[in-house]
């Protein structure tokens, strides 16, 4: 270890640097004879060895936001996960969060790696995240980015940074800004998988008809109807599970669907994205 005497304005420093703690910044500093790059090298290393250490833990808490652009013609989301509520809620983990997403929706990268390896203060978002672990003592990683664009989008994040959605509409106007919002606000709520039926992919299709089946065969339906039934029963699946279709948690007496046309004859929803811990 040097001798080199290390300041407390020199840990500050590097502390006001990294974010990492005041004895970490000061054992790099002494490890490193006050050479602040080699310090900073010190700390990323130390990350990097729990990272790996902690790699198969579960880190289902964390920070989700949705942001979008000023002209509201694009929108992302990005979760940040962390393993313990108690560094999620911590204003610096939020604020690494909201700079990530400010990040993402700058560049717009089309990938979750991609938004990794853009620069992140000099060094990639992938090496920051990394650094972090070290920094806060438990794994953290960019759990999930999504991307949208489209006439409009809206952003909605739902139960103190616990989810995030963005709605893209077909149409632009200030007008549909708070009809945007509650269809976001929909989706959060009763987590549709499409926008519509279209959306839905045939494997899933096929599931619920195998499965309507075996519940029309448990029920003591005749063999020949099954297949009629299951396909009957579609109709349902669709209907709680499919955005456009949903009865608006507003007004149950009409559809999504229904509740953007009376705003204009042509709007609806183009795409939506949501993201949510755990």
Known sequence: MSDVKIS???VKKLRDMT??????????????GGDFERAIEFLRKKGQKLSAKR?????????VLAIVSDD?????????????DFVSKNDDFVE??????????????????????????GISLGEKIIEQT????????????QKLEAPMVVPYIHMGNRAGVIVGLNKASDSFLVAGRDVAMQIAAMNPIAVDKDGVSQEKIQKEIEIGMDVARQEGKPEA?????????LNKFFKENTLLNQAFVKNNKQSISQ?????????TVKDFKHVKLG
């Open 19 to 32: 974010g990492a703690g005041m004895m970490d910044c000061k054992k790099a500093l002494s490890e490193t």
């Open 134 to 145: 070290g920094v806060i003592g438990e794994k953290v990683e960019l759990a999930d980015y």
């Open 225 to 233: 109807m099954l297949e009629k039934i299951a396909t009957g029963k």
């Open 96 to 121: 690494m969060t909201q700079k990530i997403a400010e990040l993402a929706l700058s560049k717009f990268p089309d990938s979750k790696e991609d938004l990794l390896n853009e620069d992140f203060g």
């Open 55 to 63: 790699a198969d833990r579960d880190a289902k808490e964390g920070v």
């Open 72 to 84: 509201n013609s694009k929108g992302i989301v990005v979760r940040l996960s962390c393993e313990t």
């Open 8 to 10: 407390a304005s020199d």
């Open 259 to 267: 509740f953007l046309s009376e705003l204009d004859s042509d709007l």
